[in-house]
């Protein structure tokens, strides 16, 4: 299995990046899909997932500043990252939501966000 995160970079204070999250094997169809990041010294946290159904959920930390997505085969999720501040800096994941699989983080892609 394999999970593949894109779309990262060094963006300035109030820019915007769209990340994109691809799986193989299907493992994401059916299945609830979330964005987490891990920020230098702290744990990883729950950005926003997004539920089958279409429901979401995000952090209070970027909640009116992000917007998850995924395509109609569940197969992409992608995150549209609005009004970017320092404290967005992390390296950035996909997985399952609400559960992360414990075997299938990918290597991520690092955000960073600064003047």
């Known amino acids: 299995v394999q999970v593949v995160e894109s779309g990262g970079g060094l963006v300035e204070p109030g820019g915007s990046l769209r990340l994109s999250c691809t799986a193989s094997?299907?493992?994401?169809?059916?299945?609830?899909v979330g964005w987490y990041r891990r920020a230098p010294g702290k744990q990883r946290e729950l950005v926003a997932g997004?539920?089958?159904?279409?429901?979401?959920k995000y952090s209070d930390s970027v909640k009116g500043r992000f917007l998850i997505s995924r395509d109609n085969a569940g197969n992409m999720v992608d995150l549209q990252m609005n009004n970017l501040k320092p404290e967005d800096t992390a390296v950035y994941y996909c997985?399952?939501?609400?559960?992360?699989?414990?075997?299938?983080w990918g290597q991520g892609t690092q955000v960073t966000v600064s003047s």
């Open positions: 997004i539920i089958r159904g279409g429901d979401t």
């Open positions: 997985n399952q939501f609400p559960v992360p699989l414990r075997n299938i």
């Open positions: 094997q299907n493992i994401f169809r059916g299945a609830g």
